[in-house]
C-alpha cells in the first residue's frame, strides 16, 4: 500500500534527521559540541512541523511561587503570549502558565541517565499553573489531558534521544523509577522516543494479542486506563510527531498574569 502524502513527508523528515545526525556525528570529534548540535537540531526539525503558534526554546522554566525547573533542553511554549524573560546570564526563562510541554534530548540514554530525566521531569511537573486573569464568561475553557478535563493546560514531559537501552528495558527501569518514587499518571515522563526505534508510550486501551488497538497509542497516560508500554518503531520520529501533534494542534492560547511573580513587592 502507498503512504499517503502526509505520510511521505514525516517519512522525509525521519531520513533527514538521521542523516543530520550522522553528519555531525562523522564531523564533530568533541562528545559536548556534538550533544550540542544534535540538541539544535532536534529543536529545528519540531519547529518545521509544529504550529506556528506554537514557539520551540531551551531555557528554564518558572512559577508565580518563585520555583524554577532544571535546565530545559526543549520547551513548546506560547509564541504570542510569553513575555520574553532573561537572567543575567542570557538564559531564557518562561512562566509555566505560557509552556506546553518541555522535554530532554539526550546522545544516548541509558539506565542512569534516565533517572535523571525523571528528575527533570519532576522539577516541570511539579511547577504550579496559577497566575491566570479571571475569566468573566460564563463558558469555561476546559482541556481534556490525562484522560479528564482540565481548567488549566497541564505540563507534558517527554524525551528524545537518538540512542537508547532497549524497549523493554525502558519500560522496565521506568516502572522502577514510577513506583519507587510513588509518581502519579500525570506526574512521570510521559513518552521517550529514540531514534534506534526504542520506543517507550501509553496504551490506553488493553492490547488484543499483544497488538495495540486503533486508537490506543497516546502521548500521554490516560487517568482511567493506561500502560506503559515498549515499542519497537520503523519510524520512530514520525511516530513521535505524529502523537504530540494530537495535543499540539489543540494548544489555546494562554494569557498569564505576571503580577503575582513580583510577590507582591513594591517596586
Known amino acids: 500500500m502507498n503512504k499517503k502524502p502526509y505520510r511521505n513527508v ?3 523528515a525521519q531520513a533527514s534527521l538521521n542523516a543530520g545526525i550522522e553528519q555531525i556525528r562523522s564531523s564533530i570529534p568533541h ?14 526539525e519540531l519547529k518545521k512541523v509544529l504550529p506556528e ?3 520551540v526554546a531551551d531555557g528554564f522554566v518558572v512559577d508565580a511561587d518563585g520555583r524554577a525547573s532544571k535546565q530545559m533542553d526543549i520547551i513548546l511554549y506560547d509564541k504570542l503570549n510569553t513575555p520574553r524573560i532573561f537572567s543575567s546570564d542570557g538564559a531564557q526563562m518562561f512562566p509555566v502558565e505560557t509552556t506546553y510541554a518541555a522535554g530532554e ?3 544516548r540514554l541509558d539506565t542512569s541517565s534516565l533517572r535523571d530525566t525523571y528528575e527533570k521531569c519532576s522539577s516541570y511537573k511539579s511547577l504550579v499553573r496559577k497566575a491566570y486573569f479571571k475569566v468573566n464568561n460564563p463558558i469555561q475553557p476546559s482541556f481534556f489531558l490525562f484522560g479528564e478535563q482540565h481548567e488549566n493546560w497541564q505540563s507534558i514531559f517527554f524525551c528524545i534521544t537518538v540512542e537508547s537501552i532497549n524497549a523493554k528495558s525502558l519500560r522496565e527501569k ?15 515522563v510521559d513518552t521517550i522516543c529514540s531514534l534506534d526505534g526504542n520506543f517507550l508510550l501509553n496504551l ?9 488497538q486503533d486508537g490506543a497509542i497516546d502521548l500521554l497516560p490516560n487517568k482511567n486506563y493506561s500502560v506503559i508500554a515498549s515499542y519497537l518503531a520503523k519510524e520512530p520520529w514520525a511516530l513521535f510527531v505524529s502523537l504530540l501533534l494530537v ?12 503580577l503575582p511573580y513580583d510577590n507582591g513587592q513594591p517596586f
Do not use: C, H, W
Not at 179 to 185: C, D, N, R, S, V
Not at 204 to 212: D, H, L, M, R
Not at 247 to 256: E, G, H
Open 174 to 188: 521506568s516502572t522502577e523509577i514510577i513506583e519507587e518514587k510513588k509518581l502519579p499518571y500525570d506526574n512521570r
Open 53 to 55: 503558534k506554537v514557539a
Open 10 to 12: 514525516l517519512s522525509a
Open 247 to 258: 495535543y499540539m494542534v489543540q494548544a489555546p492560547q494562554l494569557t498569564v498574569n505576571m
Open 204 to 212: 490506553t486501551k488493553p492490547s488484543i494479542a499483544g497488538v495495540p
Open 105 to 107: 534530548i539526550k546522545a
Open 31 to 44: 562528545a559536548g559540541e556534538t550533544g550540542t548540535l544534535i540538541e539544535k537540531l532536534f529543536r529545528s
